[in-house]
C-alpha cells in the first residue's frame, strides 16, 4: 500500500482524508503548523500504527522535504484558508499558498512521486456571472487593491504551477476546485458560514446573515469530499486536469439560516449585517456560487449527493456534541 503526504492533515478537510487513506490501509505522513488545524482532530487516530504527525510550517524547506521523504502520493491541502483570514493578513496568504507548493512540486519530481492532489478553490473563478461554472470557464478575479482576491489568486497560481510541473517533468497532477465543503470538525473561527449559523442556533443566539442572503451557495458534505479526492487522485485519466468538487444544488444563505434554525429546533432570530461591518469598507462577495460537476462525475462515476438536510443534520449532532448541549 502507498504512503501518503497530507500537507494540511490536521484540519478540517485533511483530517477527514487522513482518516479515509488510513481505513483504505495507506501509511499516512501529517504536516501541519496547527495554525488553523486542530491536534484534536486526529486525536483519536493519534496511536494508529500507519500515522506519523510532523507538526511543523511548509514554509520551512527541511520540514517540508523531510515529510515528502520517500513518499508515494502527495494531497497538498495546507494554505492560509478563508476570506476573513486571508483578508486580515495577504503577505502570509502569498508566503502560505506560492511558495511551498512550488518547493513540493520540486520535490514531487525528486521523489519520483506517483500522485499529487492540489486542493485549489472555487474562489479562483472570482465573480464570473455564469449560473454554473465548468472548468474551462474564464476566471474573474477583482483588483489586486482588495486583499479578498489573493486567495484566489494565490490558488490559481498554485493551479499553473502545478499543471506546468505535469507538462514539463510528467508529475501525475490532479487539480481539484472545492467548492463550499462542510461537516463535523469546521469551525467557524476564520468566516466559515455553516459552523457560524449552527453554533448560533444551538446557542439560542441572533444568527447573523451578512447582506440581504441573496447569495447563492452549493454546501457538500467532506465525507463525500474525501472519497471524491481519492478516487480522482487514483484514476489514471486524472493527470494533469483540473475538477470541480463539490454540490451542486443551490440554496440561498438566507434559506440557509432558516434551515439551520428548523433543524435544530433554535428560538434564534435572524439579523441581517452589512460586509462592511462584517469585513471592511472595500470587501466585494460573490453573489452566485454553483459547480458543473459532470466532470467530476464522468470520470469517477459520481458526485456528492447529500441533501442538505442531511448534511446539517450531521453537523448540528456533532456541534451538538462538542458545545455538550445533547
Ligand atoms: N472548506 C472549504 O470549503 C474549502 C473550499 C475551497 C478550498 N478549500 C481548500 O481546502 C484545503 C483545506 O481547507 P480546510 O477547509 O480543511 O481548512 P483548514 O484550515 O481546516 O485546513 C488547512 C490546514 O492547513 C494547515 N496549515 C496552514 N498553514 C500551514 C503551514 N504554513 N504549514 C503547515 N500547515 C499549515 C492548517 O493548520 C490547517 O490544518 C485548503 O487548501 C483550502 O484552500 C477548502
Request: aromatic share 8%; hydrophobic share 40%; proline share 5%.
Amino acid at each position: 500500500m502507498p504512503t501518503s503526504l497530507v500537507t494540511g492533515g490536521s484540519g478540517f478537510i485533511g483530517s477527514h482524508l487522513t482518516e479515509h487513506l488510513l481505513q483504505q490501509g495507506n501509511t499516512v505522513v501529517v504536516l501541519d503548523d496547527l495554525s488553523t488545524g486542530r491536534a484534536e482532530n486526529l486525536t483519536h487516530l493519534a496511536d494508529h500504527p500507519k500515522l506519523r504527525i510532523q507538526n511543523a510550517s511548509i514554509t520551512d524547506p527541511v520540514a517540508l522535504a523531510e515529510a515528502a521523504h520517500n513518499v508515494d502520493e502527495i494531497y497538498h491541502l495546507a494554505a492560509a484558508v478563508g476570506v476573513k483570514l486571508v483578508a486580515d493578513d495577504p503577505v502570509r496568504t502569498i508566503e502560505t499558498n506560492i511558495y511551498p507548493t512550488e518547493q513540493l512540486l520540486r520535490l514531487a519530481v525528486q521523489g519520483k512521486v506517483s500522485r499529487f492532489f492540489l486542493a485549489s478553490t472555487s474562489e479562483v473563478y472570482g465573480k464570473n456571472p455564469g449560473e454554473s461554472w465548468t472548468e474551462e470557464d474564464d476566471l474573474h478575479l477583482g483588483p489586486t487593491s482588495r486583499p479578498r482576491w489573493a486567495y484566489g489568486c494565490s490558488k490559481a497560481i498554485d493551479e499553473f504551477l502545478a499543471l506546468a510541473y505535469h507538462q514539463k517533468y510528467g508529475v501525475k497532477v490532479t487539480v481539484g476546485r472545492f467548492f463550499n465543503v462542510v461537516g463535523p470538525r469546521q469551525v467557524g473561527n476564520y468566516g466559515m458560514v455553516v459552523p457560524r449559523f449552527v453554533e448560533a442556533a444551538l446557542k439560542q443566539e441572533p444568527v447573523v446573515v451578512y447582506d440581504d442572503g441573496s447569495q447563492i451557495r452549493c454546501f457538500a458534505h467532506v465525507a463525500e469530499i474525501v472519497e471524491c479526492v481519492a478516487a480522482l487522485t487514483a484514476h489514471p485519466e486524472s493527470g494533469g486536469r483540473v475538477f470541480n468538487i463539490g454540490s451542486d444544488q443551490p440554496v440561498s444563505i438566507l434559506e440557509l439560516a432558516k434551515r439551520v434554525i428548523s433543524r435544530t429546533g433554535s428560538t434564534s432570530s435572524i439579523t441581517f449585517l452589512p460586509y462592511n461591518k462584517a469585513y471592511s469598507d472595500d470587501f466585494e462577495d460573490v453573489q452566485r456560487r454553483v459547480p458543473c460537476v459532470d466532470l467530476l462525475n464522468s470520470t469517477i462515476g459520481r458526485k456528492p449527493e447529500k441533501t442538505l438536510d442531511e448534511v446539517l443534520d450531521d453537523i448540528i449532532a456533532w456541534k451538538r456534541q462538542s458545545l455538550g448541549t445533547t
